[in-house]
């Protein structure tokens, strides 16, 4: 590195760690304000993407991060948090992760390997409208806050909301008071057509990674039934890398798997499914994050947000490196880019093209 990329990158990094901004990075507002503060003094390795509103009005806002080099034939990684919105952990720990890509890259060998193999595309904040409620109202709030049709029972679960497989199982709920409710049609909330939109034109989507709290683990697809992916393994070899790099950085002990096997219920309408079927990323992961049981579950002392982020950080660190180590998952069963068909389907396809063949040679 040289001398003047060497002091400028101190000078950010003294004014980034100011109190005020470590405050922030410990209680980011909903209104988005942080990382357009990052974005705007991030120079130009940065750029906030408007990818439309919430609810309530509030803009969602993405934040590109490339390194200095030509970024015109590199992958992407996406990377959302605060979907639920009391788990208030998640979006802290994103907005770490984007104030880490900003401030380390040509200063930490990982942040410089994951920006020189990458584009990053980060939100850390999907639904800003029930994080604000739940700072304002309800701590445990979990959905938006859309009206639904009964007055007193307000909003949709967005982790639900996804136009992914398993819309008519059982796995989600249909019931506009309960928390985990899907929504009146798959797609039907504005914060999850906004993310479908934008993730549908990210061009080379090689990676998908959800952040959400509590339980320590690391959930690959499926999600909405108990039946692992062609691409179990690769997933599984690299979540558990994930996983022994946190617990040997005193996070803990982790567990990776499917949503059925670790949480004993299936959820229909994840993110996780979504992006798993409808975009180029085979790489997807849903990191529950600390602590592992409630108390306190998803109220996080105050004292232990420091020790999270940086327990978990290993976790991204060595989840992307393995990524880079292993081949490009094969793509045979991708369903074209807003279908909401899924590989069931082309399952089913097939077998009904041999049978067919079979019968009429
Ligand atoms: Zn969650």
Redesign the pocket.
């Known amino acids: 590195m040289s001398r003047q990329r060497e002091r400028q990158s101190t000078e950010g990094q003294q004014h980034f760690r100011s109190s005020r901004r470590v405050e922030k990075l410990c209680h980011p507002p909903s209104d988005g304000s942080l990382a357009t503060e990052m974005a705007s003094e991030c120079g130009d390795r940065c750029t906030l993407i408007n990818i439309g509103q919430s609810f309530e009005g509030r803009e969602m806002k993405v934040i590109k991060i490339t390194s200095n080099s030509s970024t015109g034939n590199k992958s992407a990684v996406f990377v959302e948090g605060g979907?639920?919105a009391r788990?208030w952990i998640s979006p802290v720990f994103v907005n770490n992760l984007i104030y880490k890509l900003i401030i380390e890259y040509g200063v930490d060998s990982s942040v410089t390997l994951m920006l020189d193999n990458y584009d990053w595309y980060i939100l850390p904040l999907v639904n800003p409208d029930g994080y604000q409620y739940s700072h304002d109202s309800e701590r445990y709030w979990r959905k938006n806050r859309a009206t639904t049709i009964f007055r007193d029972c307000v909003g949709v679960d967005l982790?639900r909301n996804f136009p992914s497989f398993g819309m008519s199982d059982p796995v989600y709920s249909k019931h506009p008071c309960e928390d985990t409710y899907g929504g009146p049609f798959p797609g039907s909330e504005p914060e999850t057509k906004n993310l479908v939109k934008f993730l549908l034109g990210v061009d080379k989507l090689h990676v998908f990674l959800s952040f959400?709290?509590y339980s320590k683990m690391i959930l690959i697809p499926w999600s909405h039934k108990m039946k692992p992916t062609t691409h179990h393994s690769a997933l599984k070899t690299a979540g558990m890398a994930a996983a022994n790099a946190m617990e040997a950085a005193n996070g803990g002990k982790w567990v990776v798997g499917l949503a059925g096997e670790l949480l004993s219920y299936n959820a229909a309408g994840t993110s996780l499914d979504w992006a798993y079927a409808n975009t180029e990323a085979k790489f997807v992961f849903t990191f529950e994050m600390p602590p592992s049981r409630s108390p306190p579950g998803f109220v996080l002392p105050e004292s232990s947000i420091k020790s999270v982020v940086d327990t978990t950080w290993p976790g991204v660190t060595t989840l992307i490196k393995t990524i880079i180590n292993t081949p490009a998952l094969e793509d045979k069963y991708f369903v074209s880019k807003g279908s909401s068909k899924g590989k069931d389907m082309c399952y089913c396809e097939i077998i009904f093209m041999l049978l067919f063949t079979f019968c009429y040679i």
Do not use: D, G, P, T
């Open positions: 979907a639920h788990e982790n959400h709290s």
